[in-house]
């Protein structure tokens, strides 16, 4: 049992992170919090993506050889590459997300002076809304 | 059968449709060119659907296909006889009810006349496309638009009451839309088809539990309209509408095209002889009987005079639905005729409430002492439709009991013709002493001595509808030929001839 | 020439897009033209497009020329043409609406508004038309992150809720992610049709079965399905009229139109029916959505409030079609994408209109209504009557659809949904019609006299708000009649041919 779990154990760590981020976003009541608790969920599922891409022992799927075509090609040296190029798609999307969620969060903070939910909560309530 | 494709029964729906919008466009402003449209429509609406009855006397059907939805799903309008009973009936009281209201709403300087005239050619619209509908999609969608159409008109008073009355219809009516939908659906998905057929096309098509389930839905949904105890609530609330809505409720459209609908399940999408074999005829027929007896006592007891002619029009409705669950000749042709004899008495009795209501303003029956005198023609025309919903000859009135009684003799049901007699007498019950207020008692201080009428646009109409109660009952093949139409209705659905 | 209408539909209004901010710096009026300008491209495209899916059948535009299942393709068949007609339609009209809207309530954001307004359909056309599915989670970022933007710049609590949607809707994203990644390691491929093929050989595998559920629990977020909604209420209802009426119609039909895609096309109908219990789950929350959104929907005051959550329970009826999984209630399905697009753009558009006009959204405040704004309360009506399930109106025949294919599947519960929410919708707009018709501002109307009600002044809302008002209603009536040539050209080849 133990064995399973040590030789999988960057899938395990990347349950763990994801765990830490979804308590954040749902548990936390500061908005910044929220915000850093989504960013640590993006960042698991990312370490969930690369970890599948790689290989002990392989390398960068780039060919030596000069590309004359008369090497046999070992397939297991090699890492595939698709798995980290697509986390740079989504690694751009999750700056994005936090990018777009920041402003949203200077937007609030100068509406309500402050980050705490409760806080705005109970200052709409006052207002009336 | 022979088909003839023909796009006047489309022509016959629209043209009270153009109407409606034309009366929307010219409002408020030239009310004489208004109500023109209305009355253009209604004759000319009157004159394509007279225009067909020769094409079904000869036995053949007129058909025009509107648009196809799906294989065996269409919108479709087929002219049979039946269909063509109920079209003669609408298009023809249209015309009356159409002057008639033009003399309330002016006499009575009503508000929101134009959506009062627009909804009312809506109304017909509707009622036409059920008359024509040639299978249960097109009955349904006709049906619902009346259900929408009708709604401006019941809360025209815009009161409190009026819009609670309104609220009333649409919880009932809107309700029996969805289950319509369903059993329609249910329908749809067991036969394959929705085409009505003379003499039933759901034979065989399901397990005999399922399709006694699908006929209480079907019954139950058209019976909200048609105003079948207990789900005839609505009806006497909806009593709130100005006259000439009431009248067109009650005789002319939305209680007569539910009568119609119940008439299509149990004669066309079921027929005669499942519903033997289901043996689910004679406790409907039960019901009903209820209905009838249940619904003239509770006319006694009222004393407004229009929810007095409500529930007598609940009682009449459901021997037109007892006529048919009968399911013999004769009870048949009694039933089905009476929805028009039912229609032209009724229409009269309201016409009249509403002239007294414009003339005297009453409303309650107590208050009709002598006013008689005061208005000859409105009294005469009441006590014409009066007679005749109590079956005394010579009105329209006595011919349908009279084949409604030897139904229940050709269907081994003395039982029955026992409920027929009973709700006859009680219509005596109930009518006669309005006439004997009216023309025999000591008149009250407010009532003119002397001939005053109600305006008369309103007077006209409710005499002709009376006298055509008593030509129809001496003549009851006159003009438009209702029997001879029932008779061939009568010998498709039984197959012969 | 179809294939390069498919790679117009994307480009044209994503480069487009990024000239907003530039013609928006040297004019700031020649945005609301320019955009429309812009937005009739995808229209005509998708209509080549579905035109040549017609007439030739299904094919594919492969993007810089790279062959699948290697490079991104452009998968276009009948479902996908069906559904970039209705949102390059959609967002042309409320596009064309929205030019006073936001000048009144944005003046000084037009042109980030117009931005993003493109970026957003570029977005949902994308997911649309893309065959692979990684890209189609680019473009849900596309769509979402625009959608964030647009909501925050609303009212009062927008901000709020906008940051709420951001949380939830990357849960979301991160979680349809997730799903590729297990995808990938099972099966290597990312194209939706190289998947369709490799994945029977797999469907026993946990992997698959993981992928399956987060492809699910994410989209569910995205589309708002029952109890994933409660971001919605607050981000629709807070968002700007022309926002609105953009995202509502559009941004769960997507979903529902992923969903579809992710359950009968990369997973065939045998997986997602048969090894998967998923159908009957997704069935009974789209039950309770139907209710729950109706009984919400009954406590609301704010019109727009209200109709977010008739929308809850709407994406509930398209659920219900999904979930009995079978030809006809999938019909039902796909025809309410379309017709639920169109009501509920009429819907909203009205709303902005009358927004604008009188400045209120609460539904008592609605007096004379009909007086003031004629045109605009026809349409409400006409639409109100759709959402009742009223013939001919095109309400009525995908409830049509969706009963009979409940019947088929003996599912009586879901028919008793469907039937009960027509007459949920029947009380919630007639609540607004009689108050907007009928409801005296005076004392009780008198019976003996009508002098009594007040000379109300026509204050129609201005045409650039009326025409495509009056489109769309016009549209839910004609949708409605010619949804059988709708069905049998377009509709029943996008059904899954396994049913």
């Given at each position: 049992m133990l064995d399973y779990i040590i030789s999988k154990y960057n899938f395990w760590m990347y349950i763990v992170l994801m765990m830490i981020g979804l308590y954040a976003m749902v548990?936390?009541?500061?908005f910044v919090k929220k915000l850093i608790g989504m960013n640590i969920f993006q960042s698991a599922i990312i370490l969930f993506y690369v970890s599948t891409g790689v290989k002990a022992g392989a390398t960068v799927p780039i060919l030596s050889g000069?590309?004359?075509?008369?090497e046999v090609i070992?397939?297991?040296?090699?890492?595939?590459?698709l798995p980290h190029v697509l986390m740079l798609t989504a690694i751009v999307v999750s700056i994005a997300t936090t990018g777009v969620a920041l402003a949203i969060l200077i937007l609030i903070y100068r509406r309500y002076?402050?980050?705490?939910e409760d806080e705005i909560l109970k200052i709409r309530k006052d207002a009336g809304v | 059968m022979d088909v003839v494709y023909s796009s006047r029964p489309l022509w016959a729906v629209l043209v009270s449709m153009i109407a409606a919008f034309l009366i929307l466009a010219t409002g408020e402003k030239n009310r004489n060119l208004r109500e023109s449209w209305t009355i253009i429509a209604g004759l000319a609406k009157f004159l394509i659907v007279f225009s067909m009855v020769p094409v079904i006397m000869q036995g053949k059907v007129i058909e025009y296909t509107?648009?196809?939805?799906y294989p065996g799903l269409l919108l479709q309008f087929r002219i049979d006889a039946f269909g063509m009973m109920f079209g003669l009936i609408a298009s023809s009281l249209w015309i009356a009810t159409s002057f008639y209201s033009i003399g309330y709403v002016r006499a009575l300087n009503e508000h929101a006349q134009t959506r009062y005239f627009f909804a009312f050619a809506m109304c017909l619209t509707s009622t036409i496309g059920i008359a024509f509908s040639a299978n249960l999609l097109t009955f349904l969608v006709f049906y619902e638009m009346l259900t929408v159409a009708t709604y401006p008109l019941v809360i025209h008073k815009e009161s409190r009451e009026a819009i609670i009355a309104g609220r009333k219809y649409f919880a009932y009516t809107l309700t029996a839309g969805c289950v319509l939908l369903f059993a329609i659906a249910m329908v749809y998905y067991q036969a394959g088809t929705l085409d009505f057929k003379a003499g039933g096309f759901?034979?065989?098509?399901?397990s005999d539990g399922l399709l006694i389930f699908l006929f209480v839905l079907l019954i139950c949904g058209f019976g909200v309209k048609a105003g079948i105890m207990p789900l005839h609530e609505w009806l006497p609330t909806a009593m709130i509408a100005p006259t000439p809505v009431s009248a067109l409720l009650h005789a002319v459209a939305v209680v007569t095209a539910g009568v119609f609908g119940c008439l299509r399940v149990i004669l066309?999408?079921?027929?005669p002889v499942l519903l033997h074999d289901l043996g689910i005829w004679l406790i409907m027929a039960y019901i009903i009987s209820f209905t009838v007896v249940g619904a003239g006592f509770l006319a006694v007891g009222q004393d407004h005079l229009k929810r007095r002619l409500a529930f007598s029009t609940i009682n009449n409705l459901a021997m037109i639905i007892l006529g048919a669950i009968l399911l013999t000749r004769s009870s048949m042709t009694g039933g089905i005729i009476h929805m028009a004899n039912h229609a032209f008495m009724k229409i009269t009795l309201f016409f009249c409430a509403g002239a007294i209501h414009v003339k005297a303003h009453k409303d309650y029956v107590?208050?009709?002492?002598?006013?008689g005198r005061q208005m000859p023609l409105t009294f005469g025309a009441f006590a014409i439709g009066a007679i005749g919903l109590s079956g005394?000859?010579?009105?329209?009135g006595f011919i349908s009991k009279w084949y409604l009684c030897l139904g229940t003799f050709e269907a081994n049901q003395i039982i029955f013709l026992l409920v027929f007699l009973t709700s006859s007498t009680l219509d005596i019950v109930f009518f006669f002493p309005v006439i004997y207020k009216g023309f025999?008692?000591?008149?009250?201080?407010?009532?003119?001595?002397?001939f005053d009428e109600a305006p008369m646009m309103m007077v006209i109409p409710l005499t002709i509808t009376a006298l055509l109660s008593i030509i129809f009952g001496i003549?009851?093949?006159?003009?438009?030929r209702f029997f001879s139409i029932t008779t061939l209705a009568v010998q498709n659905i039984l197959g012969i001839g | 020439m179809a294939e390069q209408f498919a790679a117009l539909i994307i480009v044209v209004p994503l480069i487009c897009s990024f000239l907003v901010p530039v013609i928006g710096w040297w004019k700031k009026k020649l945005c609301y033209p320019w955009v429309v300008a812009v937005l009739v491209i995808p229209v005509i495209a998708a209509l080549g497009v579905l035109n040549a899916v017609m007439t030739t059948g299904k094919f594919s535009y492969r993007l810089g020329g790279w062959a699948p299942p290697w490079g991104i393709e452009y998968a276009l068949d009948y479902l996908s043409a069906f559904v970039l007609l209705i949102v390059s339609v959609i967002s042309l009209i409320v596009a064309i609406h929205s030019k006073k809207s936001v000048e009144e309530e944005l003046p000084e954001k037009t042109v980030p508004f117009y931005t993003l307004y493109l970026l957003l359909v570029t977005g949902l056309l994308g997911i649309v038309i893309t065959g692979d599915v990684f890209n189609l989670f680019v473009f849900l970022e596309i769509s979402s992150l625009s959608c964030y933007g647009l909501i925050a710049?609303?009212?009062?609590?927008a901000p709020i809720a906008a940051f709420n949607y951001v949380i939830l809707g990357t849960i979301g994203a991160c979680f349809y992610l997730l799903g590729i990644g297990y995808l990938y390691i099972a099966?290597?491929?990312?194209?939706m049709a190289d998947l369709s093929g490799i994945l029977p050989n797999l469907y026993h595998s946990k992997v698959i079965l993981v992928a399956f559920a987060f492809f699910t629990v994410g989209i569910m977020i995205k589309g708002a399905l029952f109890p994933l909604h409660i971001w919605m209420p607050d981000a629709y209802s807070t968002a700007p009229s022309s926002v609105s009426a953009l995202i509502a119609p559009l941004m769960t039909k997507v979903a529902a139109y992923v969903m579809i895609r992710i359950m009968f096309?990369?997973?065939q109908p045998h997986f997602s029916v048969?090894?998967?219990?998923?159908m009957p789950i997704l069935g009974w929350l789209a039950v309770f959505a139907i209710f729950v959104g109706g009984i919400k929907a009954l406590a609301q005051t704010d019109i727009k409030r209200m109709l977010v959550y008739i929308l809850v329970a709407e994406v509930g009826y398209i659920v219900i079609g999904v979930s009995v999984a079978n030809q006809i209630g999938l019909t039902g399905a796909i025809l309410h994408i379309m017709n639920d697009a169109a009501m509920m753009a009429c819907m909203f558009l009205v709303v902005g209109a009358v927004f604008y006009k009188t400045g209120t959204r609460n539904?008592?405040?609605?007096?004379y209504l009909n007086k003031k704004m004629p045109f605009t309360m026809a349409a409400f009506t006409i639409t109100a009557l759709s959402f009742c399930g009223?013939?001919?109106?095109?309400g009525f025949f995908s409830k049509w659809y969706l009963i009979l294919g409940t019947i088929d599947a003996g599912q009586w519960v879901y028919a008793a949904a469907l039937l009960g929410s027509s007459l949920i919708n029947a009380v919630l707009f007639f609540r607004v019609i009689e108050c907007a018709y009928?409801?005296?501002?005076?004392?009780a109307y008198a019976n003996?006299?009508?002098?009594?009600h007040l000379e109300i002044q026509r204050d129609e809302a201005p045409l650039s708000m009326l025409v495509p008002i009056i489109i769309m209603a016009a549209g839910v009536i004609l949708l409605g009649l010619f949804s059988g040539n709708i069905i049998s050209s377009i509709i029943q080849f996008a059904v899954p041919a396994s049913f």
């Open positions: 548990g936390k009541r500061n000069h590309g004359h075509g008369h070992e397939v297991a040296k090699y890492l595939n590459p002076n402050t980050l705490e | 509107l648009i196809t939805f759901l034979a065989g098509s399901g066309y999408v079921f027929g107590s208050q009709l002492d002598g006013l005394i000859p010579p009105v329209n025999f008692k000591k008149p009250l201080d407010d009532v003119t001595p002397h003549a009851p093949d006159a003009f438009v | 710049i609303g009212e009062e609590g099966t290597g491929s990312l194209n096309t990369i997973f048969e090894i998967v219990p998923v539904i008592y405040e609605m007096h009223i013939p001919p109106t095109c009928f409801k005296p501002m005076q004392p003996d006299g009508g002098e009594t």
